[in-house]
T-cell receptor, first 115, second 113 residues
């Protein structure tokens, strides 16, 4: 069965500093990969997705992620964080190749921004 | 605003009761997904409907059921409620029946007392 691991439950970063959130997945083939963000009391907003092609994908709000097949990773990065980036971040996988199914989510990483 | 609407926003009920959560997908989306978010289990996929038909099933309990109507809105029915069913229930929609970009609604917070 597929699984997603986000090893960092909490991360604290100073405003203006760079950010990297880790995500590792276990899947039988190359999955579709997603990063979502959840602000307090809100639903999930898609930041970016990887289906195929260029392994470095750009998303909204200045985020990017890199798919590394050899490491089964899809880490999220941002060069300079803003206080408004404080939120819960979820990595998710879904079946590639046209399969019907829901997403499998990691447990999330809570991002705290220090002034 | 994702375009996915969910009602009600909050629901408080007692153990043993039955509730219905409602979801309207984005205009043009044919697939609806239901997810449960709880502190201990995290975000878990429950079930997917595509154009009125059940398409995929996840960790959905037998006490729970869903359906999608001809106008594509969906309802999630939770019965014989237990304390452990207290959670945030999200609906998401996507254009196609296969895995794709999913747009999430704001969720319904269910509290079972």
């Amino acid at each position: 069965a597929q699984s997603v691991t986000q090893p960092d439950i909490h991360i604290t970063v100073s405003e203006g500093a760079s950010l990297e959130l880790r995500c590792n997945y276990s899947y039988g083939a190359t999955p579709y990969l997603f990063w979502y963000v959840q602000s307090p009391g809100q639903g999930l907003q898609l930041l970016l997705k990887y289906f195929s092609g260029d392994t470095l994908v750009q998303g909204i709000k200045g985020f990017e992620a890199e798919f590394k097949r050899s490491q089964s990773s899809f880490n999220l990065r941002k060069p300079s964080v803003h206080w408004s980036d404080a939120a819960e971040y979820f990595c998710a996988v879904g079946p590639a190749g046209g399969g019907a199914d829901g997403l499998t989510f990691g447990k999330g990483t809570h991002l705290i921004i220090q002034p | 605003d994702s375009g996915v609407t969910q009602t009600p926003k909050h629901l408080i009920t007692a153990t043993g009761q039955r509730v219905t959560l409602r979801c309207s997908p984005r205009s043009g989306d044919l697939s609806v997904y239901w997810y449960q978010q709880s502190l201990d289990q995290g975000l878990q996929f429950l079930i997917q409907y595509y154009n009125g038909e059940e398409r995929a099933k996840g960790n959905i309990l037998e006490r729970f059921s869903a359906q999608q109507f001809p106008d594509l809105h969906s309802e999630l029915n939770l019965s014989s409620l237990e304390l452990g069913d207290s959670a945030l229930y999200f609906c998401a929609s996507s254009v196609a029946g296969q895995i794709n970009e999913q747009f999430f609604g704001p969720g319904t917070r269910l509290t079972v007392l």
